[in-house]
């Protein structure tokens, strides 16, 4: 299984944006559908967006579509998750979840490896 390691949370306004990363080693990357899930305190975690192996493929959930971008770089072993317009909403640990499906699947249990998740908090 590939390990996952998230950076770039942090702080910050509504309104504004960060740009997460998701550095994977120990394996083929390019073989895994990559997704995003967020999990915000007393609730369930949730998808938010996924990428093809290829990067030719996205899906997004309703809540963060238009505002967020799953991108991938196969030659860097690197999925990003850049965030804009960002409401109090969005404040959540993010993980980074790599999937062998060959489709977009929003289900928890279609990844077989996760990260330690990073922390975003969104003031309003």
């Known amino acids: 299984q590939v390990q996952l390691v998230e950076s770039g949370g942090g702080l910050v306004q509504a309104g504004g944006s960060l740009r997460l990363s998701c550095a994977v080693s120990g394996g083929t990357f390019s073989s895994y559908t990559m997704g995003w899930f967020r999990q915000a305190p007393g609730k369930e975690r949730e998808f938010v967006a996924g990428?093809?192996?290829?990067?030719?493929?996205?899906y997004y959930a309703d809540s963060v579509k238009g505002r967020f971008t799953i991108s991938r770089d196969n030659a860097k072993n690197t999925v990003h998750l850049q965030m804009n317009s960002l409401k109090p909403e969005d404040t959540a640990v993010y993980y980074c979840a790599a999937s062998r499906n060959y489709l977009i699947i929003a289900s928890q249990g279609a990844y077989v490896s996760w990260g330690q998740g990073t922390q975003v908090t969104v003031s309003s």
């Open positions: 990428i093809s192996w290829s990067g030719g493929r996205t």
